[in-house]
């Protein structure tokens, strides 16, 4: 079992920044991805960003390449997501999730999910 804690969401102006974390417990392997996604009043979850828990990899949804930045900590356990040059889009509360292996960037894929944290970026 593996659980997930979301914290740093928050308001913030227009090309601001802020970073996000996520504390995870449990049985977290190497072969685990992590995941960040969103979810805006009235819209489907959608994928951000993903890092596997071991190795190089990342992946970014285009809407947020090249402003948000995934990276992962393993000696705490925990992912960030550090977002800048936000905009008022990018208003939602935000998700972590695990899955065990794949970058996969489906919602229905990711097996834990954290409680999520709001962020609302006002213009």
């Known amino acids: 079992q593996v659980q997930l804690v979301e914290s740093g969401g928050g308001l913030v102006q227009a090309g601001g920044s802020l970073r996000l974390s996520c504390a995870a417990s449990?049985?977290?392997?190497?072969?685990?991805?992590m995941g960040w996604f969103r979810q805006a009043p009235g819209k489907e979850r959608e994928f951000v960003a993903a890092i596997s828990w071991s190795g190089p990899n990342t992946y970014y949804a285009d809407s947020v390449k090249g402003r948000f930045i995934i990276s992962r900590d393993n000696a705490k356990n925990t992912v960030y997501l550090q977002m800048n040059s936000l905009k008022p889009e990018d208003t939602a509360v935000y998700y972590c999730?695990?899955?065990?292996?794949?970058?996969?960037?489906?919602?229905?894929?990711?097996?834990?999910w954290g409680q999520g944290t709001q962020v609302t970026v006002s213009s």
């Open positions: 449990g049985r977290i392997f190497g072969s685990y991805v």
């Open positions: 999730a695990a899955r065990k292996m794949g970058l996969i960037t489906t919602p229905s894929a990711y097996d834990y």
